[in-house]
């Protein structure tokens, strides 16, 4: 049980090695399921959330626990990078979609988050929305 960022949440997790050898999957050492029980402390609204995955990793190279850890350091690496220019920047919705446009854009959006957790900045949008607001801030940012 873990209480964080308003919620108390529970997890379960099971690990099979009954896929072991399975044809189409030949390094599959592990199968799992995660159930995830989150339960907001403000407004008791509950939600379970259950995930399935596979892994190369022997049960004596991650047992249970250790999917776990793995499991939540991969959402870490998701919330930090990917989501926030998902939502913040809108890069799904991009519509910039030849040559090498979206991929310099990537590198553009990555820069900018990358300039602005230097700078010790948390909120991501809010200090994206004080830039824009701001140009001398931008300016600033990248060291002019």
């Known amino acids: 049980m873990e209480k964080r960022h308003g919620r108390i949440d529970v997890r379960e997790i099971w ?8 044809v189409n999957f030949p390094h599959v050492a592990q199968v799992w399921t995660l159930r995830r029980h989150s339960t907001n402390v ?3 609204k509950t939600r379970t959330e259950t995930v399935h995955g596979i ?23 998701e919330n930090k990078g990917h989501w926030v220019r ?3 920047f809108g890069e799904d919705l991009s ?8 991929q ?3 590198t553009m959006r990555n820069l ?10 948390k909120n991501i949008a809010r200090a994206r929305r004080a ?9 600033a940012i990248v060291g002019r």
């Open 42 to 44: 403000r407004t008791g």
């Open 104 to 106: 310099v854009l990537a």
């Open 86 to 88: 998902d939502t913040t």
């Open 15 to 22: 690990t099979s090695t009954e896929l072991n050898g399975f």
């Open 112 to 121: 900018a988050v990358t300039l602005l957790r230097l700078r010790g900045e």
């Open 55 to 77: 892994t190369s990793l022997t049960p004596e190279r991650a047992g249970p626990e250790r999917i776990s850890k793995l499991v939540r350091q991969h959402w870490g690496i």
């Open 95 to 102: 519509t910039v979609r030849k040559g090498n446009a979206p």
């Open 131 to 139: 830039a824009a607001a701001s140009p001398w801030r931008t300016l």
